[in-house]
């Protein structure tokens, strides 16, 4: 088999591994009306995420790839991520979710069908390594997250099964590890799936710094709550302070206090708080009040890196903190597999270099950077993706979270949002000067 055979392979394997969890958080588990309606204005309806997907796809697959005629070109304004704003794609004549599915099951089989005949050469960047076929894939892994994020903001009555799976577990020899100063690489050149943000590879040289061995938790958390954190002006950055006197926010979303005891809703199912896990849906306000209040700070997208891919004994950057193999279930908590974080300390097996955990899977973590290009960016294959959001409005999260997909959680992949989101699932790790 060529290397070409093998790429096609996985790409047909991922493909349908892809629609398969897709259709797993629509059609087969909701009603039309719930898949029609906006359960927030935060959000798009699921219906919306399902037809984009296979926008995306004919667009980039069937047009682009294999240079077909196109199926439903009236299709491509109306899923138009850029057109139109979430709160307002209720309002659109959206297909409904039979008509969704069947344009859905017609594009796969066009992408399939053409998938033999397509040569993925050196010379197309958008076809060397499958780059179209992986960013299509991790396109729909992406918006399976969203609709994650969805079905968490939605009301009524739990459709998601909570898998019960025990995750590896070996507590850190210490809570906070030291990482040495000195110059690493930062981002990927080689990666053939690797977004135009990671890219490229260069120096960064850092001084030591101290970074937690594993994502806070709620425990941690619930004591800068009982120490009147939220009550504290000093602790909070001048935006935060103002949400907070905006919203009257004084705890993470979906947490609430009942009979003396905190509970949180977790996909409509109402549960006590369990301790040990990594707090989630928290906005980059409250995770920097929290380091401010512990003494420390929060890590810079840098820092960040270094502590997941920096291996000290060989001088290079893995792939991943445990290596350049794919993740597996001892690795990580990925894929929708928990339903939620594991608790703080899991997955030994998938310590970085410098002892730290749970750097990949169960929450996507905060960091103090602002997103932007790396020395030497360049636009592809569209600036819609990364460029058009740089600035100092996003803040840059890194790692991944229980809801992400091993095929877009490597060590490089950089995530973004607006520093008041907690909708997503998202926590932080605190870090600090050495000396």
């Not at 099951?105 to 179209?132: H, I, K, M, N, Q």
């Not at 209040?293 to 893995?318: F, I, N, V």
């Not at 932007?372 to 592809?380: D, K, L, N």
Request: aromatic share 12%.
């Amino acid at each position: 088999m060529t290397e070409e055979d093998r790429i096609k392979e996985r790409v047909a394997v991922e493909l349908t591994s892809a629609r398969r969890r897709s259709l797993g958080l629509t059609v087969d588990v909701l009603e039309s009306p719930e898949l029609v309606a906006q359960h927030s204005p935060l959000m798009s309806p699921l219906v919306w995420d399902l037809a984009h997907i296979g926008n995306y796809e004919e667009q980039w697959l069937v047009r682009a790839a294999a240079d077909d005629d196109p199926l439903r070109p009236d299709l491509d304004h109306l899923y138009d991520a850029f057109e139109h704003p979430r709160a307002d794609r209720v309002t659109l004549p959206l297909l409904p979710p039979a008509e969704a599915r069947t344009y859905l099951d017609e594009v796969r089989s066009r992408v399939l069908g053409s998938l033999e005949r397509v040569r993925l050469t050196p010379d197309s960047p958008l076809l060397t390594g499958g780059f179209a076929y992986g960013m299509v894939i991790q396109h729909e892994h992406q918006h399976d997250e969203t609709m994650l994020a969805t079905h968490q903001l939605r009301q009524g009555a739990p459709v998601l099964e909570v898998p019960g799976q025990a995750a590896p577990f070996l507590a850190p020899e210490a809570p906070e590890v030291l990482v040495p100063g000195g110059p690493f690489e930062m981002g990927t050149t080689d990666d053939p799936w690797a977004y135009d943000n990671e890219r490229p590879a260069h120096q960064v040289d850092l001084p030591p710094y101290w970074i937690d061995a594993h994502p806070v938790t709620n425990a941690e958390y619930l004591a800068f709550i009982d120490a009147g954190g939220y009550e504290q002006p000093r602790w909070w950055h001048e935006k935060g302070r103002s949400r907070l006197a905006r919203t009257g926010k004084r705890a993470p979303a979906f947490w609430q206090r009942t009979g003396g005891q905190w509970v949180r809703r977790r996909f409509g199912r109402i549960e006590p708080l369990p301790p040990d896990e990594p707090v989630q849906h928290v906005c980059w306000y409250e995770a920097d009040a929290y380091a401010r209040w512990a003494g420390k700070r929060l890590p810079t997208e840098a820092e960040w890196e270094k502590a997941a891919r920096h291996d000290p004994a060989t001088g290079a950057s893995r792939r991943f903190p445990w290596g350049d193999g794919e993740p597996g279930d001892h690795h990580a908590n990925l894929g929708q597999r928990r339903l939620g974080p594991a608790p703080a300390g899991s997955y030994p097996a998938g310590a970085s270099a410098h002892g730290c955990r749970q750097m990949i899977g169960d929450v996507w973590e905060w960091t103090s950077t602002d997103f932007t290009g790396y020395p030497g960016f360049r636009v592809f294959p569209y600036k819609e993706y990364s460029q058009v959001f740089f600035g100092a409005e996003y803040k840059v999260l890194r790692g991944g979270s229980w809801a992400t997909h091993p095929t877009v959680a490597r060590g490089t992949f950089r995530n973004w949002d607006y520093p008041i989101r907690r909708q997503i699932f998202c926590g932080f790790r605190c870090a600090r000067d050495a000396g």
